[in-house]
């Protein structure tokens, strides 16, 4: 197993990853479970599949050595801090933008509903964002950005690093969909199109936000949990998701034109390298 992660580290943590949070969500399928905002069942111990993988992975390839790696950037604030907030935090702004939107057409969720989450039941906002940025952002974050991302975009570049880990992201997902209420209702052209598309544009998103603190998963993980209160809760169905998603895809789309310049860059390095 070592010598095998050692030579393909990425499929290793990819298999770990898919396989420790499938083989959490599959029963849950097939016993045709659904889980909903403020119910009882939950689907967060999944969610926990890319961080677990992303540990033991590390510990295969590299010992301890590359387990303290994985945990400095759980922990790292970069410099400067005023940076690191601005791109951390950044889903407020998302999150200001679609209030005000709802607001012009009478649409105001309540505000308690904007914390209520599918698999956790009604908490205090305390206690919501705590287990929020354990599992969907630690959880989700150590995994993708913390190990794959780096190791993508050495590979197939700043741009097309963070496309492919966004169609890896979303394969991670096909067995909550029927398991997800806000998923199981979507129609197959919203989730290829809409779900797909959004994914792939939260990945570039994620990647600007960790390569701009210096590879920390700690902010990566603070904008996981913060998004998904402005696109992904009981008060954010409707207008609020709808203006914070597209909040993100016109961020992507500016992120994509200047790391198309990026990535010409580094593929004239790669071939000089080369020759």
């Excluded at 290829?192 to 936000?209: K, M, N, R, T, Y």
């Excluded at 998004?227 to 009981?234: D, I, K, V």
């Excluded at 203006?243 to 580094?266: L, N, Y």
Aim: aromatic share 12%; with cysteine; proline share 7%.
């Amino acid at each position: 197993m070592r010598r095998f992660a050692r030579q393909r580290p990425l499929l290793t943590f990819v298999l770990f990853a898919y396989g420790i949070s499938w083989a959490y969500w599959i029963p849950l399928w097939l016993r045709g479970v659904v889980v909903t905002p403020g119910g009882a069942t939950t689907h967060f111990p999944g969610l926990l599949g890319p961080m677990i993988a992303a540990f033991v992975t590390s510990a295969l390839v590299a010992g301890d050595d590359g387990v303290r790696a994985l945990w400095h950037k759980l922990l790292h604030v970069s410099r400067p801090a005023p940076q690191f907030w601005l791109y951390a935090l950044s889903p407020l702004a998302f999150l200001a933008v679609a209030l005000i939107v709802a607001k012009q057409a009478n649409r105001v969720p309540p505000l308690g509903d904007l914390y209520v989450f599918s698999g956790l039941p009604r908490l205090p906002l305390s206690v919501v964002l705590i287990l929020v940025l354990l599992f969907n952002g630690y959880g989700e974050e150590t995994g993708w950005r913390g190990f794959a991302l780096p190791r993508l975009q050495e590979r197939y570049g700043p741009l097309w690093g963070p496309i492919v880990l966004g169609l890896i992201w979303a394969g991670w997902h096909v067995p909550s969909f029927p398991v997800i209420e806000g998923y199981a209702s979507m129609s197959w052209p919203v989730v290829i199109f809409g779900f797909g598309v959004g994914i792939i544009c939260g990945s570039i998103v994620l990647a600007e936000v960790v390569d701009r603190t210096g590879g920390s998963v700690l902010a990566a993980s603070i904008w996981h949990l913060l998004y998904n209160m402005s696109a992904a809760t009981l008060g954010s169905r409707g207008v609020v998701g709808s203006i914070s998603t597209v909040c993100v895809e016109v961020w992507a789309m500016i992120i994509v034109g200047q790391r198309w310049r990026a990535h010409q860059a580094w593929r004239a390095a790669r071939r000089a390298t080369v020759a």
